[in-house]
T-cell receptor, first 113, second 113 residues
Framework: NAGVTQTPKFQVLKTGQSMTLQCAQDMNHEYMSWYRQDPGMGLRLIHYSVGAGITDQGEVPNGYNVSRSTTEDFPLRLLSAAPSQTSVYFC????????????FGQGTRLTVV | AQSVTQLGSHVSVSEGALVLLRCNYSSSVPPYLFWYVQYPNQGLQLLLKYTSAATLVKGINGFEAEFKKSETSFHLTKPSAHMSDAAEYFCAVSPFGNEKLTFGTGTRLTIIP
């Protein structure tokens, strides 16, 4: 099993550009989520999904869209990139019935200039 | 609402000395509590978790944490620091298990040879 795979690992965008951060997991986990990590702020939840076709907002959803058409994939879309979205993005997955370990991807380092 | 406070953004200890990383939480319901570790340029890895089964929780790499309800604390300790323990450590809380985790701001641990 590959676990949670995020692509790309690094990305530089110009202000106003759009892009999609990919996240895929091969563990058949129902729950997937996206976090952003900023210095001194820990990780903050952007969006999450409890299964295919079901998504919801987290703490900092503005400027981001998600969809969950399959159990395996949970892409994060930046509609119009802004410098404030410069961050490291992590995808995580786990079985829906909590109390189990969350598996994190290696992260995507995004810079918006 | 739930939140986590980690005291000390940077902690330095000598190799072989006690490691103590502090975490206090607030939660409107009995919480699930976690410690995650992040090595440079990597994703997060679960160290240990509290799920109300036992107040003293043992994790990987010789770390343990004690849940103290009266102090709303979940401090992480290790009796003897090793150079490989240098990393960033995050305390996290969730009312649902591992879903919708709320992270602290992190503590960077440096080990002095």
């Amino acid at each position: 099993n590959a676990g949670v795979t995020q692509t790309p690992k690094f990305q530089v965008l110009k202000t106003g550009q759009s892009m999609t951060l990919q996240c895929a997991q091969d563990m058949n986990h129902e729950y997937m989520s996206w976090y952003r990590q900023d210095p001194g702020m820990g990780l903050r939840l952007i969006h999450y999904s409890v299964g295919a076709g079901i998504t919801d907002q987290g703490e900092v959803p503005n400027g981001y869209n998600v969809s969950r058409s399959t159990t395996e994939d949970f892409p994060l879309r930046l509609l119009s990139a802004a410098p404030s979205q410069t961050s490291v993005y992590f995808c995580a997955s786990l079985p829906y019935q909590g109390n189990t370990e969350a598996f994190f991807g290696q992260g995507t380092r995004l810079t918006v200039v | 609402a739930q939140s986590v406070t980690q005291l000390g953004s940077h902690v330095s200890v000598s190799e072989g000395a006690l490691v103590l990383l502090r975490c206090n939480y607030s939660s409107s319901v009995p919480p699930y509590l976690f410690w995650y570790v992040q090595y440079p340029n990597q994703g997060l890895q679960l160290l240990l978790k509290y799920t109300s089964a036992a107040t003293l929780v043992k994790g990987i790499n010789g770390f343990e944490a004690e849940f103290k309800k009266s102090e709303t604390s979940f401090h992480l300790t290790k009796p003897s620091a090793h150079m490989s323990d240098a990393a960033e450590y995050f305390c996290a809380v969730s009312p649902f298990g591992n879903e919708k985790l709320t992270f602290g701001t992190g503590t960077r641990l440096t080990i002095i040879p």
